[in-house]
């Protein structure tokens, strides 16, 4: 069992920067695949970023590519999403996931333990 507790949202202008971090329970955090997902109103949850176990894998969403970057602290048990040049359209509660079942998962059903989310608003 994994338990997520996002943090670090905020309220930021357009063109500002957000750290976002995720800590997570558990004596195997490290051989967990992480995995960053956001949701807008009316609409589905997104693909934003992933990352393996030792950060030797990452893949990111062509919308955020550039802008954000995801990191991970073993040692501390914790996720990072370092977002930059923010826009509006970023606008979104941001959850962090985690998987044991390897690396490269880019959809929501493939992630088994989620946080229960944190509240990014852009202002234009």
């Known amino acids: 069992q994994v338990q997520l507790v996002e943090s670090g949202g905020g309220l930021v202008q357009a063109g500002g920067s957000l750290r976002l971090s995720c800590a997570a329970s558990?004596?195997?955090?490290?051989?967990?695949?992480l995995g960053w997902f956001r949701q807008a109103p009316g609409k589905d949850r997104e693909f934003v970023a992933t990352?393996?176990?030792?950060?030797?894998?990452?893949y990111y969403a062509d919308s955020i590519k550039g802008r954000f970057a995801i990191s991970r602290d073993n040692g501390k048990n914790t996720v990072y999403l370092q977002m930059n040049s923010l826009k509006p359209e970023d606008t979104a509660v941001y959850y962090c996931a985690a998987d044991s079942r390897g690396p490269w998962r880019l959809k929501a059903h493939e992630y088994n333990y989620w946080g229960q989310g944190t509240q990014v608003t852009v202002s234009s």
């Open positions: 990352i393996d176990w030792n950060g030797g894998s990452i």
């Open positions: 558990g004596r195997t955090f490290s051989s967990y695949t």
